[in-house]
């Protein structure tokens, strides 16, 4: 179900101490020409799928991530025929060598319908070690709603 799908994302990136994402698993959620969006900089950072496995994965064999745990706390969903978004908050806690850094910030999810299924064609986020950004999403945000 479509709603379930940014929970699914998260889970495949998480993992723990000594441990690895499912990239793969990660990567059957999205088209192959998706676009990774991070604006949490001064300058937008755009990449595709392959960019961004390739850099979660260099930096765990860098020892620069130890594990990585995302969750989502709200979302809201729309859908328009065959193309809808989710606006997803999260809760993001990334152990690196500097200890562990919560992130809270918000994931917008763009979809395209193909072969009856829903796959992700874009992704954008920023977030922040605060929860600013949560306070800015719509009224009737929730986790999972029916």
Known sequence: M??????????ALSFRKG?????????????????????KGSE???SSLQDFTSMIDSLISNEV???LRETEIEQTCQVFGKVAQI??????LAHTKDGITPRY??????????????????MCWDDRPDGTLLKQLPSGARLHPE
């Not at 479509?2 to 889970?11: G, H, N, Q, R, T």
């Not at 606006?87 to 993001?92: D, I, T, V």
Request: negative net charge.
């Open 87 to 92: 606006n997803s908050a999260y809760e993001l």
């Open 105 to 122: 910030g918000v994931n917008l999810f763009q979809f395209v319908q193909s072969h009856d299924r829903w796959l992700i064609s874009a």
């Open 19 to 39: 441990g690895r994402p499912d990239l793969e698993r990660f990567e059957t959620f999205f088209l192959p020409q998706a676009v990774f969006i991070n604006n």
């Open 2 to 11: 479509l709603k379930f799908i940014p929970s699914e994302v998260y889970a």
């Open 65 to 67: 991530l130890y594990s």
């Open 44 to 46: 937008p950072v755009i």
